[in-house]
């Protein structure tokens, strides 16, 4: 297991320098965030994340994330060109040394949260997500805006992108991640890469729009698409583990070693009616049974990345939300710590 930790480029808060004093952390987490959508990174933008990754006695082995164009979710037409252009970044991403590449195929929103600093009771703050909020909102009227959604998009854009996807039903979003797979796996294959799809976070329907990397069920349908074990997962606790229907442990042992390349390790408190709240790591601040994910995930051969996942916002720490530096460095220690035991205990 490499312990790795995100981190955001030059105007991340949280320094390379901060990074490499947490114990036992391997490597960064990282990606060209300034590149739009759907070009090609330079080739000296993705080396200097390396160069400065090495200088600082750390690795750059993880992209988190090449994002995928709308309009190859939606199929159009001109999408080949964007999927060419994909193709490129994942061969220059392998000759810089990448191992893995996480993306999501979510249409429109990234992870949503209806609160960006909801107070816990131990003084902390924390995201959250309460669903009658959200669903009270009409992204295409609503002069207000969610964390996950995506302000590179004018009002008008967003009606215009909401109103395309109006034609799109679930099976179409499932035969264009096909479309999508089956140009970039091969690619990926050469190039030494793994892909691993990030869960819908929540997982369920938003506004009306298909989510399709929801459960076990539809976790297995995607690996069979293209069924090669560079065709994998990010599994993502937090995201996952909102829906009640998601036996995480249970989840791990179906697609075992060889298809998780990555997992974000975070516990969350689920709330009544489709709500939940990021909490510390450990099992006992939340939902989750961190052990038995973590068991599960060695006992069936997970020997890849992890990094913690959204972190609380503690001892007056101000940044980026869910992306401080002092939770998110106890939830890697946690975690390390975790991982050493079973793996000590397992006599291994």
């Known amino acids: 297991m490499k312990m790795t930790f995100r981190w955001y480029g030059e105007k991340d808060p949280v320094s390379l320098s901060n990074i490499?004093?947490?114990?036992?952390?391997?490597?960064?987490?990282?990606?060209?965030?300034?590149?739009?959508?759907?070009?090609?990174?330079?080739?000296?933008?993705?080396?200097?994340?390396?160069?400065?990754?090495?200088?600082n006695g750390l690795e750059f082995e993880v992209v988190e994330s090449v994002p995928v164009h709308e309009k190859i979710k939606l199929g159009t037409p001109d999408s080949g060109r964007l999927i060419d252009n994909y193709c490129e970044n994942v061969r220059r991403l392998g000759k810089a040394g990448v191992?893995?590449?996480?993306?999501?195929?979510?249409?429109?929103?990234?992870?949503?949260?209806?609160e960006l600093e909801h107070q816990l009771p131990d003084g902390s703050n924390a995201l959250a997500y309460d669903h009658k909020t959200v669903l009270a909102l009409n992204p295409a009227e609503s002069e207000l805006s969610l964390p996950g959604w995506d302000e590179s998009y004018?009002?008008?854009?967003?009606?215009?992108?909401?109103?395309?996807?109006?034609?799109?039903?679930?099976?179409?979003?499932?035969?264009?991640?096909?479309?999508?797979?089956?140009?970039?796996?091969?690619?990926?294959?050469?190039?030494?890469?793994?892909?691993?799809?990030?869960?819908d976070d929540p997982p369920w329907p938003i506004f009306g729009l298909p989510r399709i990397i929801t459960n076990q069920e539809n976790l297995a349908r995607f690996l069979k698409l293209v069924d090669r074990p560079a065709n994998g997962l990010t599994f993502c606790t937090g995201s996952l583990g909102a829906g009640p229907f998601n036996e995480l442990p249970k989840m791990i042992k179906a697609f075992g070693g060889n298809r998780i390349h990555f997992v974000h390790l975070r516990n969350i408190t689920v709330t009544p009616d489709n709500g939940f709240q990021e909490s510390a790591h450990p099992s006992a601040c939340g939902s989750l049974d961190m052990y038995a994910i973590a068991k599960a995930l060695f006992d069936n051969g997970f020997d890849g990345y992890i990094r913690p996942d959204h972190g609380r916002m503690i001892w007056g720490e101000k940044g980026r939300y869910g992306y401080g530096l002092y939770d998110r460095a106890l939830g890697a220690t946690y975690l390390t710590g975790l991982w050493e035991a079973i793996q000590k205990g397992s006599g291994k």
């Not at 909401?162 to 099976?171: G, S």
Request: proline letters at 6%.
């Open 20 to 55: 490499r004093q947490i114990p036992c952390m391997t490597g960064i987490v990282s990606a060209v965030y300034d590149v739009p959508v759907g070009e090609v990174w330079p080739t000296e933008r993705i080396e200097a994340i390396r160069s400065a990754a090495a200088s």
């Open 99 to 114: 191992k893995v590449i996480c993306y999501n195929f979510m249409p429109v929103f990234d992870w949503l949260r209806s």
């Open 154 to 199: 004018s009002k008008t854009e967003l009606r215009g992108l909401l109103k395309q996807y109006e034609a799109l039903d679930t099976e179409g979003l499932w035969k264009n991640v096909q479309r999508f797979l089956e140009a970039v796996i091969p690619v990926a294959e050469e190039s030494g890469i793994k892909m691993a799809i990030h869960p």
